[in-house]
């Protein structure tokens, strides 16, 4: 099963801002614009440009003027974040959130870099910091979630993505992280719902189809998963995994050119276990050889 886990990087948030990658954090009140401030509004305005190197050191700048200041580390973190440097977020976000314990969106960034990093255990006590500070966060609570499910504890993941759904009910990533908990527990009825209702909410999550896919598979409805398999390849996904479980549905469904094709294309991206299909060339294609 695909947890959605490149939807995490969007729940970042810089915490000075008003309104960078969906925060909601409120305006700076005019008596906190001094020079350290407007270097984070310039951080802010060139990672927006793209300019991801100039907001680092920008981020840098106004740490080295003022070290104490929890917004500049959580600001350099987060466009390190951005950028797929986990490791040097990860010690930003910690800084930020020593300097400012009290502070949700410190804890909440710390806890989804710990996750990132495969960090789970530290990552859950992250988002528990989080969630005394805002109980009724759905975003910390889908958060946390994932940390559970990752840990092996199933029933608390289900417990949390519930209580999520019951604040947040328009966010298609938690009925997909909670699919995940439900197909683990061989409840694959509630986590075929759970897709369908994320698939309808947010079309563009390759996730989704792909991991509808793979419950369609478990209950052999075959035709369903291919279906789903080629949405999210037509999406954008280039997991091998995908491909290698798209040959299998095409094989069962008869389709062998197209099976030998996935495999093929399973195998280039570095799943190993598909090359041995791979170098069988399908009757189809022997007769015209």
């Known amino acids: 099963m695909i947890v959605v886990r490149r939807m995490l990087l969007v729940g970042l948030c810089l915490g000075f801002s008003v309104g960078v990658l969906g925060c909601t954090t409120k305006a700076l009140s005019s008596h906190l614009q001094?020079?350290?401030?407007?270097?984070?509004?310039?951080?802010?305005?060139?990672?927006?440009?793209?300019?991801?190197?100039?907001?680092?050191?920008?981020?840098?700048?106004a740490i080295r003027l003022n070290p104490d200041r929890a917004e500049a580390w959580n600001a350099r973190g987060f466009v390190y974040a951005s950028g797929g440097l986990m490791?040097?977020?990860?010690?930003?976000?910690?800084?930020?959130a020593q300097l400012k314990p009290a502070h949700a969106t410190y804890q909440s960034n710390l806890g989804i870099a710990y996750l990132e990093s495969g960090k789970f255990a530290s990552a859950l006590e992250a988002f528990d910091q989080a969630l005394k500070l805002e109980p009724q966060s759905a975003r910390v609570l889908?958060?946390?979630?994932?940390a559970y499910r990752h840990l092996g504890r199933l029933d608390?993941?289900?417990q949390d993505f519930n209580a999520a759904v019951s604040l947040n009910r328009q966010d298609a990533?938690?009925?997909?992280?909670r699919a995940?908990?439900?197909?683990?527990?061989?409840?694959?009825?509630?986590?075929?719902?759970?897709?369908?209702?994320?698939?309808?909410?947010?079309?563009a999550l390759s996730q989704v189809f792909q991991s509808r896919g793979?419950?369609?598979?478990?209950?052999?409805?075959?035709?369903?998963?291919?279906?789903?398999?080629?949405?999210?390849?037509?999406l954008g996904a280039g997991d091998p995994l995908l491909y290698y479980n798209r040959a299998i549905a095409r094989s069962i469904l008869g389709d062998s050119a197209g099976s030998h094709q996935d495999y093929e294309s399973s195998c280039r991206g570095g799943y190993f276990p598909a090359c041995g299909f791979a170098r069988t060339v399908p009757p189809a294609?022997?007769?015209?050889l």
């Not at 951080?43 to 840098?60: N, P």
């Open 173 to 177: 990533t938690i009925y997909a992280n």
């Open 142 to 146: 889908n958060y946390r979630g994932l």
């Open 34 to 61: 001094d020079s350290k401030t407007e270097l984070l509004l310039q951080c802010e305005a060139e990672f927006l440009q793209g300019k991801t190197d100039r907001a680092i050191e920008i981020a840098s700048e």
């Open 87 to 96: 490791g040097q977020a990860l010690e930003d976000f910690m800084k930020a």
């Open 214 to 234: 793979l419950v369609e598979m478990l209950v052999g409805v075959f035709d369903r998963a291919e279906e789903d398999f080629s949405q999210a390849i037509a």
């Open 180 to 203: 995940v908990v439900y197909a683990l527990k061989q409840k694959y009825v509630e986590a075929k719902g759970d897709l369908d209702r994320a698939a309808h909410m947010n079309g």
């Open 285 to 288: 294609m022997n007769r015209n």
């Open 156 to 158: 608390d993941a289900l």
